[in-house]
């Protein structure tokens, strides 16, 4: 079965760039998402198709996608963005999540 | 505005079946597809089906072909999920999600999620 890897911590200084990767065969070749939770809440969309942003994300947040990784960014990051981030994709109609990166802000 | 209110948390016991429901408002609940995420306590998300509320097709993973069941009354635009042959490893929050603003392939709308706990 398809698999996405991403790696379990990421830390950052507030004020600058988080880059979180998510892995996973010919990723590139498909769309993938990403997803923000905070402890005690419901995930919540902040970049879909590779790199675009719903309504109401922040411009800091960016995503791209090539070859077999997708990369979230987080640009000037602020203590309000420590959270677990999840990336996600399909495959052959399945949905499949990566198992998820702890931002911390330091 | 559009939500996902799903049932109260549930309590079970190994081998019991459980069905959650998932009833949305502000959109066109037959336009978008309901996804089911799981996620154990301290583990991540883990996908585990879809279904279209127009035509009641639905995909799951294949860990749970055969124990999940995913259906819909569109006369009250609720969807359910039902989970057989529990053991204690499904104790999880259960969500359900849609794609109503962003694309057809992501999730922008969360349920609150379902509490499931399985014990004997």
């Known amino acids: 079965s398809y698999e996405l890897t991403q790696p379990p911590s990421v830390s950052v200084s507030p004020g600058q760039t988080a880059s979180i990767t998510c892995s996973g065969d010919?990723?590139?070749?498909?769309?993938a998402c990403w997803y923000q939770q905070k402890p005690g809440q419901s995930p919540v969309l902040v970049i879909y198709?590779?790199?675009q942003r719903p309504s109401g994300i922040p411009e800091r947040f960016s995503g791209s996608n090539s070859g077999n990784t997708a990369t979230l960014t987080i640009s000037g990051t602020q203590a309000v963005d420590e959270a677990d981030y999840y990336c996600?994709?399909?495959?052959?109609?399945?949905?499949?999540f990566g198992g998820g990166t702890k931002l911390t802000v330091l | 505005q559009v939500q996902l209110v799903q049932s109260g948390a549930e309590v079970k016991k190994p081998g019991a079946s459980v069905k959650v429901s998932c009833k949305a408002s502000?959109?066109?609940?037959?336009?978008?597809?309901i996804n089911w995420v799981r996620q154990a306590t301290g583990r991540g998300l883990e996908w585990m089906g879809w279904m279209n509320p127009n035509s009641g097709r639905t995909g799951c993973a294949q860990k749970f072909q055969g124990r999940v069941t995913m259906t819909r009354n569109t006369s009250i635009s609720t969807a359910y999920m039902e989970l057989s042959s529990l053991k204690s490893e499904d104790t999880a929050i259960y969500y359900c999600?849609?794609?109503?603003?962003?694309?057809?392939?992501?999730?922008?709308?969360w349920g609150k999620g379902t509490t499931v706990t399985v014990s004997s």
């Open positions: 502000g959109y066109t609940f037959t336009s978008y597809a």
């Open positions: 010919k990723l590139g070749d498909k769309y």
């Open positions: 198709q590779d790199g």
């Open positions: 999600a849609t794609p109503i603003s962003a694309s057809s392939d992501s999730m922008d709308v």
């Open positions: 996600q994709a399909w495959d052959s109609n399945t949905g499949v």
